[in-house]
């Protein structure tokens, strides 16, 4: 399945297999500001630019659950399992917020752990084991975060006081972090021993 979003706000689903157009969503007239959908695919994920998320289950007819964080949402994440989203965004004074989507229930917020840096979180990936959470402030390189406690437990790219650049971020399935620079390079991460990759 592919979802379009056109200039007018209309949301399209399309199947890239028969390339037959399966219907609508319901958009926003403040436009898309970011999507994501699960790994299973069954959920989907959108920021609208007013703070509006919405999140579809594809597998049923009900309407989408919302809630409203705050504006200029810039990145979205899913669980594993689904369960819960996090989001972050311009302007959110260096945090990411953890929300449980189907109760529109926010269960966490997170500061950065360098205060002194005023870039705001601008890409978030979580591990395929549900135990890391990957954020980059784009003005020092991606933190790793254990979702238990979340401490953060280590941070690559330049010094945080010299700053960086922007990153987005990818796990793969093998839970290996991929970060692509603004610059186009890309950054490989051995998450699980917090270890640069040549």
Known sequence: RLIVNLSNGILEKWNLATGEKLGSLEGDASGVAAMTTSRDGRFLAIAFANGMVRVWDTKSSELPKSFTDSQWILSLAFSPDGRCLAVSGYGDRRTFRIWDWQVGEKILTRKNWHTSIPEDFDSLAWSPDGTLLAAN?????????????????ACWGQHP??????????????????????????????????KDLE
């Open 137 to 153: 402030p784009a003005g020092q390189g991606p933190i790793i975060f254990e979702t238990k406690t979340w401490k953060p437990l």
């Open 161 to 194: 006081v010299s700053g960086g650049g922007q990153m987005r971020l990818a796990f793969s399935v093998d839970g290996t972090l991929i970060g692509q620079t603004d610059g186009g390079s890309l950054e490989i991460i051995n998450a699980s021993t917090l």
